[in-house]
């Protein structure tokens, strides 16, 4: 199978899994395992920011890798971090440049085996949610050919993060506008049965469950809903100008 093949079928298997049941961290094991795959490395590591911004080690090929992601985290310094902070891919560095600017790190990395390492940003034009640590345990290049295939799978992977992220909170939106359109159901029962019981106008009903809503620190739906079941078996309140009596509660 040819790479553009493999590449196709890559590209294929991460947007099925953005169908029902989508499971993020299979997702993003998926995207490390091809990545090394693709790219001729060895391990692959990933960093995700949370809604907050706090990175977290939520993929990795290798029990290896996923330590190294979590001493970079530690020590506040790496590859992957400077190219979750840059957005730029962070590739092909000299290793004297990586012993002089992480020595620690260089240090790891040479203890558990790799001699290389390479970074490639989660991305969507300006926004980075991430960042993917490729190890190899030779020294070797990324060429411009595996810079773009890599990067074309990371920005694959972070549109469809960004996509679950938007349904989730669309759903969200949804539940809450859904529960909102219900309790104005029963607040609009309630305004006639408290109308009918006390004797007054549906405003001055909705004004009085407002007001009692407000007065005893409680949902302005779950006052309705007592009005209704008879907890509240007249008005809660009464509004100026009347004078019946006072509700139990």
């Given amino acids: 199978m040819s790479r553009q093949q493999q590449l196709a079928g890559v590209f294929v298997e991460l947007a099925d899994t953005l169908v029902a049941d989508f499971d993020v961290i299979d997702f993003l094991h998926t995207l490390t395992e091809r990545s090394v795959e ?14 907050q911004g706090q990175l977290h080690v939520l993929a990795s090929t290798s029990d290896q890798a996923r330590l190294l992601e979590l001493f970079e985290l530690q020590e506040s310094g790496g590859p992957c971090l400077e190219c979750f902070t840059t957005g730029q891919p962070v590739v092909n560095l000299d290793l004297a440049e990586v012993k002089a600017r992480w020595p620690r790190f260089h240090a790891a990395t040479a203890a558990a085996g790799f001699h290389s390492v390479h970074a490639l940003p989660l991305r ?7 960042a993917i640590n490729l190890f190899c345990r030779t020294e070797s290049n990324l060429s411009d050919d595996d810079i773009v295939v890599g990067q074309a799978l990371s ?14 909170h669309g759903e969200i939106v949804a539940e809450q506008l859904q529960a909102a359109l219900n309790s104005r159901i029963v607040i609009e029962q309630a305004k006639g049965v408290l109308a009918e019981r006390a004797g007054i106008g549906v405003d001055a009903a909705f004004t009085t469950l407002r007001s009692y ?14 009005v209704i079941d008879g907890s509240l078996d007249a008005a809660p309140a009464q509004p100026e100008g009347h004078s019946k009596r006072s509700p139990r509660s």
């Fill in 38 to 51: 693709l790219l001729q490395a060895d391990a692959a590591g990933l960093l995700l920011a949370d809604p």
């Fill in 124 to 130: 969507l034009r300006r926004q980075v949610i991430g």
């Fill in 155 to 168: 920005d694959v992977a972070t549109i469809g993060l960004l996509q679950e992220r938007t349904v989730r």
């Fill in 213 to 226: 809503a407000r007065r005893n620190g409680r949902k302005l739906s779950v006052v309705a809903a007592a």
